[in-house]
């Protein structure tokens, strides 16, 4: 297998792999970088030019994975592209918001770039998207060789996969996106055990030892504990939150919460593309019965709608929960907002459930000592640290010796790094040649072929 790594930074980001079996050429994902703004923000797809793409796999819809499919389509307009059935659910609507998004980037700040595609073309795409079901052996043909793909359960999001591809006698493992622990809205992944030829495995959480005490449910009961808090002492509570996954789950939390007794009695506010998404939950849950949601935990939250306009720099004084994108609190979405008016009071929380790169703004508030200032650049407001700054165990990624774990019981000769910022893969890397000391361990070069 030929494999080349097309996100430009490597790291976590514009998320693809071009995958070379025999004669079948497959793209892995396409994603869109979130710190990164026009034609830079997409995979460098120069590696594709004159070749024939036989398939596009997508392992689920955040952005980072999805985010350039309409601009790979269009410049392969052969190439099917298969995901599973939930992802099939949910892709168009992603992509549908991702265009509105750079057309309102273009005209505030004025990218030439973008959009780097249009509604015409995500309608164009969908009677090429495919959907199947976890477990479901699809096989694919070139003019020569023939691959067989199937989909696992890989947790983290509604419809994420894991793909694992036969070709003659060898088993490859992708691992994509992967949680193992049960969400409220899903259950955690599900892989196949035993032997892999060569396993491509997610490194997210490799600088992040859990320590004792933080397991989920903990998290869970601290984060209602902090709500409460809060909240009675007049303050309101904020939890930047990605819109596809992370939303639905807190809604699922406050839910439970509330229905025990153990929530005060407070407004709840949100707004944009995860209320939206909760209707699509619902769909999934039903069809598929692999999601765990009902859009009537709104109805029984009493959830309000945000401001369409809020006002930066301006504390919001309603003694309410905000639950809001997104989750690193970049900037211009509704948290960033939010929490520019929120900071400098020590009523006030803001606390972040998932996830942040250290170099968003979610990130830099998390490495911020209370009572210094932040500067909130883009809305031209600095304000003094004074609201509590919480974080919370609750990522949709797993753990580092989970996934070592897993790694280890492969028994893979090749191990590939992907997805990590790099003193992540560092830390695999170590672990591995130390546990699998006769596997061959990869961290790849953005935009170098690799024989795997």
């Not at 995860?274 to 692999?290: E, Q």
């Not at 369409?308 to 979405?333: C, H, L, P, W």
């Not at 972040?352 to 210094?372: E, I, M, N, R, S």
Request: net charge neutral; aromatic share 6%.
């Amino acid at each position: 297998m030929k494999l080349t790594d097309l996100n430009r930074d490597g790291g976590i980001g514009a998320n693809s792999l071009f995958i070379q079996l025999g004669d079948l050429n497959i793209l892995l994902d396409c994603g869109l970088h979130p710190k990164r703004v026009g034609r830079v923000a997409t995979p460098d797809l120069k590696a594709l030019r004159g070749v024939t793409l036989d398939l596009i796999i997508i392992t689920h819809c955040h952005l980072d994975h999805i985010g350039s499919l309409p601009v790979v389509m269009r410049e392969h307009p052969n190439a099917p592209v298969i995901m599973t059935t939930s992802s099939r659910m949910l892709v168009e609507r992603m992509l549908h918001n991702s265009a509105n998004v750079m057309l309102r980037q273009k005209e505030e700040d004025n990218i030439p770039d973008y959009p780097l595609f249009t509604h015409d073309d995500i309608d164009r795409c969908g009677k090429r998207l495919v959907g199947l079901p976890f477990g479901h052996a699809k096989h694919f043909r070139g003019a020569k060789d023939e691959i067989e793909v199937i989909f696992h359960p890989a947790g983290h999001v509604a419809g994420a996969a894991a793909v694992e591809i036969h070709h003659k006698h060898r088993a490859i493992f992708f691992t994509g996106d992967v949680l193992f622990e049960n969400q409220r809205t899903l259950p955690g992944a599900k892989f196949p055990a035993g032997h892999f030829d060569t396993l491509v495995m997610e490194t997210t959480r490799g600088t992040t030892e859990r320590p004792l005490g933080k397991e989920r449910v903990n998290e869970v009961a601290r984060l209602i504990s902090s709500i409460n808090d809060t909240i009675q002492r007049g303050g309101s509570y904020l939890i930047p939150v990605f819109a596809l996954g992370r939303m639905q789950e807190l809604f699922s939390v406050l839910h439970d919460a509330r229905k025990f007794g153990r929530l005060v009695e407070c407004p709840i506010y949100t707004g944009g593309l995860g209320v939206d998404l909760a209707d699509y939950f619902d769909d999934i849950a039903r069809k598929t019965k692999h999601v765990q949601f009902n859009r009537n935990i709104l109805k029984d939250l009493k959830v309000k709608p945000t401001p369409r306009k809020i006002a930066t720099g301006e504390d919001q004084k309603q003694n309410a929960i905000y639950i809001v994108s997104s989750g690193m609190m970049v900037e211009r979405t509704p948290s960033y907002a939010f929490a520019s008016g929120l900071l400098g009071h020590a009523r006030n929380t803001i606390a972040f459930v998932g996830y942040c790169d250290p170099d968003t703004p979610g990130g830099q508030l998390l490495a911020t000592k209370p009572g210094d200032d932040f500067l909130f650049a883009a809305a031209n407001v600095k304000v003094k640290v004074k609201a509590h700054v919480e974080r919370f165990e609750m990522s949709g990624h797993a753990d580092r010796e989970e996934l070592l774990e897993f790694a280890v019981q492969t028994s893979a000769r090749s191990v590939v790094l992907t997805h990590g910022d790099p003193a992540a893969r560092a830390w695999f890397a170590q672990q591995l040649a130390t546990q699998m000391p006769a596997a061959r361990v990869l961290d790849p070069v953005p935009l170098q072929t690799y024989q795997v």
